[in-house]
């Protein structure tokens, strides 16, 4: 393969100034590139992913070559804010619990919002920290319904009206093996995609079991992973990573999607346990969709796409033509990280990245697949997202966001939907 160096710090670093909107970010950008400014950041959701992101976002730093601070954290339980932030020495003072938490963080002289709650959250907390007039970084997926996806999609727009980048968790799409093989792609060392199938097919990663004495609210935000309302399912939740892959390698959405479902081995929440979807991509395109959360079975997490000229794994194995693409480098091996260093750097250069509609699109087509499997019945992407008349255009899992700062709450029945049977919490 003949290559030529091009380098995405060099890229952000120089392709910006000239032209740049005037955004409301260029003052902090100015600041921040003479590296006289603090990365100020605030955490939201200090779980497992939450104690990653804040990592990942220090590293970046490190990598730009500036520094950071953690000024708040928060999260629906007191303790796991103060366990996430006791790593970094900061106040009690500054570690918020509860349902209203995350205001409370945003409302704090910072930068950066990172979000890695249950996605059942990510509207409403993503459209605070864009009012407040902070860059975001969002965990994937966004939403678990129609209506929170567009909701994301405008807040994106208003991020993007006011200067603030918004980076989502997909970091496939900041892995060099992925960024590469799109790039060999686009140059037809695959010929025309025909086809394909994505996968993400494991184990239910984990229960957390109801303690005496618990709310509803507190369960389910606990929990939250084994419930459709909170997670979207696990075709949402997980295999949202492989469909923004296919999306992204095809360069379009699909129209509709098909598929079966069921669950026969959870004990807890109302998830099923494997989504099969057929998803139509146009032109004759179908991508086969299979999840599968059931331990003791053959495991494969991945991506194929088969073209007229060859044969890609995701980011692995390209067998195809041999076509002439620029080097891409990248500042690490960790998409993790890398996805924070391409949004600090973005923002350094006035050139915000915004991928809220990318990443808004990609849940919406998960959350196609599993209405599709839930009803059985044939869904199209528009019904979701442009037919206002349709059946799903409005439809919002419940309880909702803001149940939780109300103390509405109340835990569904824990037992899943049964496909060709109108069930009211999914109809
Ligand atoms: N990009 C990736 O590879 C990747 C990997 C794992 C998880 N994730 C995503 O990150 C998010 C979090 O997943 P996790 O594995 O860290 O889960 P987790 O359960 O470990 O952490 C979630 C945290 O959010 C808190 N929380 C719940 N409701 C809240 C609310 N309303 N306000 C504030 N905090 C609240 C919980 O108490 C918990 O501490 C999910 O969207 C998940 O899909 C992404």
Known sequence: MNTKKLNRRNFLGNSTLAGATVLAGSAFAQNTAGGSKKLKFVIIGCGGRGNGAVKNFMEACKIVGVESELVAAADAFQAKAESLAGNYGLDKKKCFGGFDAYQKAIAEDCDYVLMATPPAFRPLHF????????????????????????????????????????????????????????????????????????????????????????????????????????????????????????????????????????????????????????????????????????????????????????????????????VKIPAITVDTKNGQTQEHVDMIRSVIAGKPLNEAKQIADSTAVAIMGRIACFTGKLVTLRDLMEREDSEWYNFACAPAALDFEKGAVKAPEEVAVIPGEDDPRFS
């Open 127 to 322: 459209a605070a920290a864009v009012e407040a007039g902070k860059h975001c970084f969002i965990e994937k997926p966004v939403a678990v319904d129609p209506v929170g996806c567009r909701s994301v999609i405008d807040t994106g727009e208003k991020a993007k009206a006011k200067g603030l980048a918004v980076v989502c968790g997909t970091q496939r799409r900041h892995s060099a093996s992925y960024l590469q093989n799109k790039a060999l792609i686009d140059n037809g060392a695959i010929g025309e995609i025909k086809g394909g199938v994505v996968q993400w097919n494991g184990r239910v990663p984990w229960v957390r079991k109801r303690e005496s004495g618990q709310s509803d609210a507190d369960y389910l935000a606990n929990n939250w992973l084994n419930f459709v309302e909170m997670s979207g399912d696990h075709i949402v939740e997980q295999h949202v990573h492989n469909l923004d892959v296919a999306i992204w390698f095809l360069g379009r959405l699909p129209t509709t999607a098909i598929g079966f479902g069921g669950r026969a081995r959870r004990t807890s929440g109302n998830s099923f346990d494997f989504f099969s979807v057929d998803y139509d991509f146009g032109n004759d395109v179908h991508i086969h969709s299979q999840c599968r959360q059931v331990a003791g079975c053959y495991n494969r997490v991945g991506e194929m796409f088969t073209g007229t000229d060859g044969v890609c794994l995701g980011g692995g194995k390209l067998t195809g033509k041999d």
